[in-house]
């Protein structure tokens, strides 16, 4: 049996706090501010940069709902075969873009780019509407007859159709 100054004894080191050692906490202490200080500044630029990133979509994405709604995406492929209905009264234009599996179609209103045309490689960039359609804030085209946007020929790609 435990005797009474055992008990006290034992009592003294339940109610003694350990001690850190001071450089330690010291090191501690910096290493959190660090993590802290780092922490704010990554939430700092994921904030400022989410303005600026739009994600890339093959029609055939669109279509299966991949392609999230009332966002700024990037949407690829080829502009369809007779497809191209200009307004008489603006510049509004509406078209289809397909990567030969899929089409969605496109509302645009502004001046094309020069090199835009039916059978052209074409990235847009936009929200999706609540219909499936895609309300384009810009359209660029491809460069010359060899150049094709990356994301386009690579969404073409996995249809596994030639690109000519």
């Given at each position: 049996m435990?005797t009474?100054?055992?008990?006290?004894?034992?009592?003294?080191?339940v109610?003694e706090?350990?001690?850190?050692?001071?450089v330690?906490?010291k090191?501690?202490t910096?290493l959190?501010f660090?993590?802290?200080?780092l922490?704010?500044?990554?939430?700092?630029v994921?904030?400022?940069?989410?303005?600026?990133i739009?994600?890339?979509?093959?029609?055939?994405?669109?279509?299966?709902g991949e392609?999230p709604?009332?966002q700024?995406?990037?949407?690829?492929g080829?502009?369809?075969?007779?497809?191209?209905?200009?307004?008489?009264?603006?510049?509004?234009?509406?078209?289809?873009?397909?990567?030969?599996?899929?089409?969605v179609?496109?509302?645009?209103?502004?001046?094309?780019?020069d090199l835009f045309?039916?059978?052209?490689?074409?990235?847009?960039?936009?929200?999706?509407?609540?219909?499936?359609?895609?309300k384009a804030?810009?359209?660029?085209?491809?460069h010359?007859a060899n150049?094709?946007?990356?994301?386009v020929?690579a969404?073409?790609?996995?249809?596994?159709?030639?690109?000519?």
């Open positions: 435990a009474p100054a055992d008990e006290e004894k034992a009592a003294a080191l109610k706090k350990p001690v850190m050692n001071p330690r906490r090191k501690l910096r959190m660090i993590l802290l200080i922490g704010i500044v990554t939430a700092l994921m904030y400022a940069l989410r303005q600026n739009s994600l890339f979509y093959t029609p055939s994405q669109v279509v299966s392609a709604h009332q700024v995406i990037r949407l690829g080829m502009v369809a075969g007779g497809s191209i209905v200009r307004s008489s009264e603006d510049l509004s234009v509406q078209f289809e873009l397909t990567d030969f599996n899929q089409k179609i496109v509302h645009y209103k502004g001046i094309l780019p045309r039916e059978n052209q490689g074409i990235v847009t960039k936009g929200f999706l509407l609540d219909d499936g359609q895609f804030t810009e359209v660029l085209a491809k010359d150049y094709m946007p990356p994301e020929k969404g073409l790609a996995k249809t596994k159709r030639s690109i000519s």
